[in-house]
Structures are given as structure tokens and as C-alpha cells.
């Protein structure tokens, strides 16, 4: 098949996943054409089955908004057109499916018929999209989507309550090439962030307040009281400033290392011990299954989607949000000994088998079959 993709190219899960899966799918031999306004960053390789076209904006004075949406539409009718794309996949509703809408329709003013699949991500349902500015658009795409797909249970039923959805909503949950991430294990350089008794935890996330990174530092400062520990931040965000703050307030800034975006995610997680993820809200948690299938045992909040994913003592813990006593409690349980922490290594990958890209992409490739055939 000729599928596009349209999604945001940043570090955001919902990029990831979109690039996942077009990587993914272009190894089973289909044409796939990344439409975005950036190349998305864990899209290093362009090759034979692989295509990016860039959607440019061209700033006018006279707009204080760009009109972004508009750009992408026209350039996906001239890439559908073009290229002959068959499916038409969007990531994240705003203002993907949204475009992706205004595109199918002018394409059938030339007599060209694309359907188009929408994959909800989780804030574009449970933060942004729910705001009173945006609802009556997001509702009209999600229901004016061929076919519409949610990353975890959690999130469909969070849309059916939040939105006046029409349309059946499937369940394809977010997924990883654990092949390829156990085999990584073997670049190990472990000694390069501590020392041999130190146990290393890792945060990773866009800082942003729903990720609760005062959680995550509140954990790791009751984590080093009781042992040697060293805790690694990636990524960037508005919550970075006070969170470094807070760690120098409690006097561990010493063993607290923000390292900022990172394309070598693969490399800490390969030396981390532990993986903390206490957030407010998530769908699914794309970085804490990253962190399982490299076979790291994650302490998380039970929001949205975890539950999903982070089996409660198998693949590390959840508690309630905020209740960061416990979330110690059961870290230390884990980094006890070496014994415990091997067998919830195991564990993680384990659990986190369920969603190998083998099993879930051929999901989406039956949706995009039964959506050409219905258009
Ligand atoms: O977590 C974020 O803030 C980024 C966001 C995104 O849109 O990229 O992540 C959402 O989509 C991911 C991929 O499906 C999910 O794994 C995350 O759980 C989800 N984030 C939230 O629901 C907060």
C-alpha cells in the first residue's frame, strides 16, 4: 500500500509511535510518506519505501497565526495526487484529523476517494482537544474519520465520555521492536554515570507539569536515603528550571543529571536500573514500555493507560497519583538486591512482549486494508 503519515516530528510519544510505525511498515514493503513540517527525529535513515515531504508555512505579516492546517491539507491533496497514496494516516486529532479532513474532500472534487485513519494519542483527547476552544472541530474529526483508533483502553473510553463520538473506536495499542531493544544491551557503559554499588533511576519525558516531575525527584531523594543512587532526567520542558532548583533545595544535586533531549535513549535505558513515570495523566506510556523492553522495571502513577502496560508487581508497581511514599517504598523493594532486581528485569520484558511491533502492526495494516476497500 501508499500510506501517508502525518504527524507531529517531535520527541512527543504520538511522533515516535507515527515514525515506529512507518519505519515498521515500509520493511513489509509498503510506500510510506511522512508528511510533516519537520523531518521527525528518530526518522534517520531515509530509504527506498521511505519519504518525507515537508509542509511549509510561509510567515505573512499580516497573520498573527500562520494558518498551519491549511498548508498541511493543500499539501496533502498535492502529495495524495502526486505520489497516488492509497490510506491516509493522521497522529494525534489536532489539527491533524482536521486537515486530513478538508484534504479528503477536496480531493473528491477531482474524483479521488482516500480514506482516512485517525489515531488519538491522549492529550489531543484528555488535555487539549477536551478545551471548549477546540471540541466542536475534534468531535467533527474524530466522526468524519473513516476509521478511528485509540492507543489504550483507557483512552477510548476517556473520548466516549469526554466527546459525542459516532464512530467505533479501536483499540491499537502503541508498540516497540523488543528484538532489537534487547539486543542493545550489549553497548552497556554503565560505569560511565556511577559507580558499582550505585543504582541508577531514570525519568524520561517532556517536563511537562502532567509528567509530575516533583514526584519523580521526591522518589529518587527517598530512593538515595536509603541507598546509593544516582537518578538521570532526559528530556527538555518548562518544568526543568524548578525541578533543578528542588534538587538543589535537597541538597542532591549531585546526584541528579538532566541531560536534556536525547536521541540515545536506548543507551541510558540500558544501564538504568529503575524507570519512574508518576504522572497525572498518560494513555499509554510509551516511555515506560521503552523501558521495559530494554528490561527495566518501572515504578509508575495508575493514570489513564499504565495499568496497561505496567503489570503491578511483575513488571515494577503502580499507586495513586501523588502518593510518592508508596512509589519509594516499592522502588526500594525492586533495587533491593540484585536477586529481586533481575527477576523484575526479567519480568519487564516479559510484560512488555504483549506489544512487540510483530503483534500490533499487522493490526494496522488489516484497518488501512478494510478502509481502502470501503472507501
Ligand atoms: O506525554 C506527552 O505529553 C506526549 C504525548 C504525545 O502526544 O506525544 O504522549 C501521548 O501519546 C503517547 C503515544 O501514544 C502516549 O504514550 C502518552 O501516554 C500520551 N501522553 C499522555 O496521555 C499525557
Redesign the pocket.
Known amino acids: 500500500m501508499k500510506i501517508a503519515i502525518v504527524c507531529?516530528p517531535?520527541f512527543?510519544?504520538?511522533?515516535?509511535?507515527a515514525t515506529e510505525l512507518g519505519l515498521a511498515l515500509a520493511e513489509e514493503g509498503h510506500e510510506i510518506h511522512f508528511i510533516t513540517y519537520k523531518q521527525p527525529v528518530r526518522l534517520e535513515l531515509l530509504s527506498k519505501n521511505i519519504h518525507f515531504h515537508e509542509v511549509s508555512v510561509p510567515v505573512y505579516p499580516l497573520f498573527h497565526y500562520q494558518p498551519y492546517e491549511l498548508a498541511l491539507s493543500s499539501k496533502l491533496v498535492d502529495m495524495v495526487k502526486l505520489h497516488k497514496i492509497e490510506v491516509l494516516h493522521v497522529h494525534?486529532a489536532i489539527p491533524h484529523a482536521y486537515a486530513g479532513y478538508m484534504a479528503k474532500k477536496m480531493l473528491e472534487e477531482e474524483n479521488i476517494h482516500i480514506p482516512m485513519v485517525t489515531t488519538l494519542?491522549?492529550?489531543?483527547i484528555?488535555?487539549v482537544g477536551n478545551h471548549p476552544f477546540y471540541k466542536p472541530a475534534v468531535t467533527f474529526s474524530i466522526n468524519n474519520s473513516d476509521v478511528v483508533t485509540s492507543?489504550s483502553k483507557s483512552?477510548k473510553e476517556d473520548t466516549l465520555h469526554l466527546f459525542d463520538i459516532k464512530k467505533e473506536i479501536h483499540v491499537v495499542p502503541?508498540f516497540i521492536d523488543i528484538p532489537k531493544k534487547i539486543n542493545t544491551f550489549t553497548e552497556c557503559q554503565r560505569d560511565l554515570m556511577a559507580k558499582p554499588e550505585e543504582r541508577i533511576v531514570t525519568h524520561v519525558?517532556?517536563l511537562?507539569p502532567?509528567?509530575r516531575i516533583k514526584d519523580v525527584i521526591e522518589i529518587f531523594d527517598n530512593i538515595q536515603k536509603k541507598i546509593p543512587a544516582k537518578l538521570i532526567i532526559v528530556g527538555e520542558g518548562p518544568e526543568r528550571e524548578a525541578s533543578e532548583q528542588l534538587c538543589t533545595e535537597k541538597g542532591i544535586e549531585e546526584k541528579v543529571l538532566f541531560v536534556g533531549n536525547s536521541n540515545e535513549v536506548d543507551k541510558i535505558l540500558c544501564f538504568t536500573d529503575l524507570f519512574i513515570l508518576p504522572?497525572e495523566?498518560?494513555?499509554?506510556?510509551?516511555?515506560a514500555?521503552e523501558a521495559m523492553a530494554c528490561g527495566v522495571p518501572v515504578i509508575s502513577s495508575n493514570a489513564?493507560?499504565l495499568p496497561e502496560v505496567n503489570i503491578d508487581g511483575v513488571s515494577g508497581f503502580l499507586s495513586n497519583v501523588g502518593n510518592v511514599t508508596e512509589m519509594a517504598e516499592n522502588a526500594l523493594k525492586i533495587l533491593e538486591t540484585d536477586e529481586t532486581l533481575a527477576k523484575f528485569k526479567k519480568q519487564a520484558i516479559e510484560a512488555a512482549m504483549v506489544y512487540d511491533t510483530k503483534r500490533i502492526v499487522p493490526i494496522y495494516e488489516k484497518l488501512y486494508q478494510e478502509a481502502i476497500l470501503q472507501i
Open positions: 507531529y517531535t512527543g510519544g504520538s511522533g515516535v509511535v494525534y494519542h491522549g492529550t489531543d484528555t488535555l492507543v483512552l502503541n519525558s517532556n511537562r502532567v509528567k504522572s495523566k498518560e494513555s499509554f506510556g510509551l516511555a514500555l489513564g493507560g
